[in-house]
Nanobody
Framework: DVQLQASGGGLVQAGGSLRLSCAAS????????IGWFRQAPGKEREGVSC????????YYADSVKGRFTISSDNAKNTVYLQMNSLKPEDTAVYYC????????????????????WGQGTLVTVSS
């Protein structure tokens, strides 16, 4: 049974930090790219960051470059998103998702058919 469990959201002041976790089970972790997406109220879902568990390549949306860092612990089947210098516009429900490496396209890192999705975790950044 495939599961992606996102956690770590919360309320933080602008300039603060949070670390999100995405625990995966039910599939071969090393063969997948794990992505983080977010959806703010009234807005479309957008890709934030993703990481290849086979070679460690990372990808970031321009809006979070230099502030967010994605990492993966393959021994724990868990991907982390360290979010620093948070801004009110980072407020959203954050989701993790997985797509097979063979389907992943670097030039459209957040567009591939992500097969599996976790439940969201809410991040609220107060000004």
């Amino acid at each position: 049974d495939v599961q992606l469990q996102a956690s770590g959201g919360g309320l933080v002041q602008a300039g603060g930090s949070l670390r999100l976790s995405c625990a995966a089970s039910g599939f071969t972790f090393d063969d997948y790219v794990i992505g983080w997406f977010r959806q703010a109220p009234g807005k479309e879902r957008e890709g934030v960051s993703c990481i290849s568990n086979s070679d460690g390549s990372t990808y970031y949306a321009d809006s979070v470059k230099g502030r967010f860092t994605i990492s993966s612990d393959n021994a724990k089947n868990t991907v982390y998103l360290q979010m620093n210098s948070l801004k009110p516009e980072d407020t959203a429900v954050y989701y993790c998702a997985a797509v097979g490496e063979t389907l992943f396209v670097e030039t459209s890192a957040f567009d591939p058919p992500y097969d599996y999705w976790g439940q969201g975790t809410l991040v609220t950044v107060s000004s």
